[in-house]
């Protein structure tokens, strides 16, 4: 419980800082950088290319799509920071490149934001078979036991084995 307070008040500190979005002006100034871009959208592009490359089983190229994805997603949370869903991508893509440490940290940090959220309670409990924690993943299978939602199946078949994570 103590790893979790640490986290999201590192999370605050981290987020809430205000020189996320400076940039220098090449003279040694930092400037307010303005973004036209919408960087969660181009992670999502990005993260369908890295499935689609990781279903005709291309891992190297997939995976480094998901490291480019996470370089939008950190950008996404600088501009527009503790979104649950910016956190449960960045937690999927590192969870993607094998990064699982990191990966349990914004599913955790996701949670803190919305506990019921579907996408982060079947990611987080996918890691946690991943890294042979079923009674964990139970426990995610748990919240989602009256969703009436597709993220419970898939967790459920991935716990009983009678299916690989599909992502």
Known sequence: ??????????????????SFGAAS????TLTKKKSNQNYYILAEETI????KLENKNK???????????IKY???SNAEFPAKADTLNLLGFT???IGDF??????????????????????????????TNRINKAKERLKVLENCECEEFNELKEVI???KKSKY
Do not use: C, D, S, W
Request: positive net charge.
């Open 1 to 18: 419980m103590i790893k979790k307070y640490l986290i999201f008040t590192l999370f605050l500190l981290f987020f809430n800082n205000t």
């Open 101 to 130: 440490e990191n990966a349990e940290i914004y599913y955790e940090l996701g949670l803190m934001l919305e506990p019921n959220h579907f996408g982060i309670n079947e990611y987080l409990g996918e890691l946690y078979v991943q």
């Open 160 to 162: 009983e084995g009678t």
């Open 59 to 69: 891992i190297k190229k997939a995976k480094k799509n998901y490291k480019k994805a």
């Open 25 to 28: 002006n090449g003279q040694g």
């Open 94 to 96: 590192h969870r993607k």
């Open 73 to 75: 997603l950190l950008k």
């Open 48 to 51: 369908k290319r890295a499935k």
